[in-house]
């Protein structure tokens, strides 16, 4: 999936979970788009980065974005 498809498809989840009037119809959709953020984050940084850095090194920095970015 390309990263625009893939930003678009975390929006829309975002918004799925804005309309609906479950607790789970609200949370579900939210955390889909919150893990596919982390997910294009980890993956962004791995391949912009000009020297190779450990996986595990990456996530704490994707995590906050991701968790930013979502709230944002």
Known sequence: ???A???LVATAL?????????VAGRLLPCAGSLA???LLLVVMLQ???GMP???R???PGAAAGALGWSVL
């Open 57 to 59: 090194r990456l996530l």
């Open 53 to 55: 850095v450990p996986w």
């Open 36 to 38: 596919l953020n982390l």
């Open 1 to 3: 999936m390309p990263p």
């Open 14 to 22: 975002a918004q799925l979970g804005t309309t609906s009037q479950s």
């Open 47 to 49: 391949v912009l980065t």
């Open 5 to 7: 498809a893939a930003i």
